[in-house]
């Protein structure tokens, strides 16, 4: 058994963004990571790409990182930026070491591995918040012969069967997919749900140049109107890639994929979709649009000349799906051949052997500060502290608050010890 102050689980960006913090602290602590740094990156899709620029990828105490600023990193790249960056600051990382258990051991921590067991007196959960990929129940009720995939099966188009692909979800993975697929030459059908729709770039510059000039993604959880809707939120409708392209629904229905509304479910070898994906998609046409009006008031009062350097206000054209709307498909025709769940991920917990999760799973936090176990953290996750914190970038801030917390406990717990010794 091995007794340490703080245990960090995961040696993804936001744990190490955390170790950076708490060795600037002069605080002892060790990363455990189940394989090798950013190894959940890759095992991804090898075209796969980050939403955000690479300006925007910074960790704090890490040195600049070279290539193009304005484009976007594959996830070979990620995971390469993130192994150079456990090794510019020193992380104490430990891998291959699969946490199996966290509970209590009296008034601390302990840590079980099949290679060893920690003590402590702080955890921090750097494991992420897409280690599963939510597939919905009545997946079960698809027809034999058809493959199923999720987006971490995918590796390409070319692996896979013959026949037609339906692509379920259309937030930035389901898009960036059937975009691929139909590129490929594949008959796509995309079944899609609530979205969200933006430009790449919007008045010469990136869309994410605006959202973190503006301070959009700076806005605080506990600032906005409802925490637990922007935490599941979709995942904006972009695609990194070299030429700049904006990725919406209309730009895939000029590639031939024929959209669907969302797939309410499956019976009898049909799959059966909504009808309202027309309302869908105004409803998310609109949102846009209030957003790039945002911007451009923020614009105008910004700063003097400020608006002189940038292009014309914008407006997209209106997202036109198929009218009538298709309300169903049948499967066991043979029209379909693969289904890809791109309908989300949600976190492993697991290996939590304590009561900190709701009803649904979900850890009950507060900003990251696990609220039934104190000493216990989370970094990675969504809209955790700011919008920010569900990119790279946010990890920066997130860390350090939470670091800050988690020494003031840390001072609190070496008090009270000391009391009780007295």
């Known amino acids: ?30 990363v455990l990571e189940r394989a090798q740094v950013a190894s959940s990156w890759s095992a991804r899709w090898p075209t796969l790409r980050l939403l955000t620029p690479n300006w925007q990828s910074r960790l704090p105490g890490a040195p600049v990182a070279g290539g193009d600023p304005h484009g976007f990193a594959s996830a070979a790249e990620v995971a390469q930026l993130i192994g150079h960056y456990a090794q510019a600051i020193a992380a104490p990382v430990v891998t291959g070491v699969d946490v ?6 009296g008034s601390e921590y302990r840590i079980d591995t099949p290679v060893g067991v920690w003590e402590c007196d702080a955890v921090v959960l750097a494991t992420g918040a897409s280690n599963i990929a939510a597939v919905p129940r009545f ?11 999720t987006p971490l099966d995918y590796r390409g188009p070319d692996l896979l069967p013959e026949g037609g692909v339906l692509v379920v979800g259309a937030a930035a993975t389901g898009v960036q997919l059937a975009d691929e ?18 430009p790449r770039t919007y008045r010469g510059r990136d869309i994410f140049w605006w959202m973190d000039a503006s301070g959009v993604l700076d806005a605080r959880a506990d600032e906005l109107d409802d925490i637990v809707r922007a935490r599941h939120v979709p995942s904006p409708q972009l695609v990194g890639s070299d030429d700049h392209r ?3 629904l209309n730009a895939l229905i000029g590639l031939g994929v024929r959209l669907v509304g969302r797939l309410m479910g499956i019976a009898d070898g049909a799959a059966q979709f909504s009808g309202a994906l027309a309302n869908v998609c105004r409803l998310a046409d609109l949102k846009m649009h209030r957003l790039l009006d945002t911007f451009d008031e923020w614009a105008t009062g910004a700063a003097p000349g400020l608006a002189d350097d940038l292009g014309p206000p914008e407006r997209l054209e209106p997202t036109r799906p198929t009218d009538p709307p298709i309300l169903s498909l049948r499967l066991d025709s043979g029209e379909i051949g693969s289904i890809i769940w791109a309908t989300g991920f949600r976190p492993d917990y697991s290996w939590l052997d304590l009561d900190v999760l709701d009803r649904k799973g979900a850890l009950v936090h507060d900003g990251g500060v696990v609220l039934r176990a104190p000493g216990v953290y989370a970094m990675g996750l969504p809209v955790m502290r700011r919008r920010r914190s569900t990119f790279i970038s946010g990890a920066a801030a ?3 608050d939470l670091a800050c917390h988690l020494h003031r406990h840390l001072d609190r717990t070496i008090h009270r010890a000391g009391t009780r010794s007295g």
Not at 1 to 28: D, F, N
Not at 100 to 105: E, H, I, S
Not at 141 to 148: C, L, R
């Open 1 to 30: 058994m091995q007794r340490i102050p703080i245990v960090v689980v995961g040696g993804g960006h936001a744990g190490l963004a955390m170790s950076h913090r708490l060795t600037q602290r002069s605080l002892e602590h060790v």
């Open 398 to 400: 997130d860390s350090d």
């Open 181 to 198: 697929v139909a590129r490929a030459g594949r008959d796509v059908t995309l079944a899609v749900g609530e979205h969200v729709r933006l």
């Open 139 to 149: 997946a079960a009720a698809v027809p034999p012969g058809i493959t199923q995939l």
């Open 100 to 105: 199996t258990r966290l509970g209590r051991a």
């Open 246 to 248: 904006t990725l919406d």
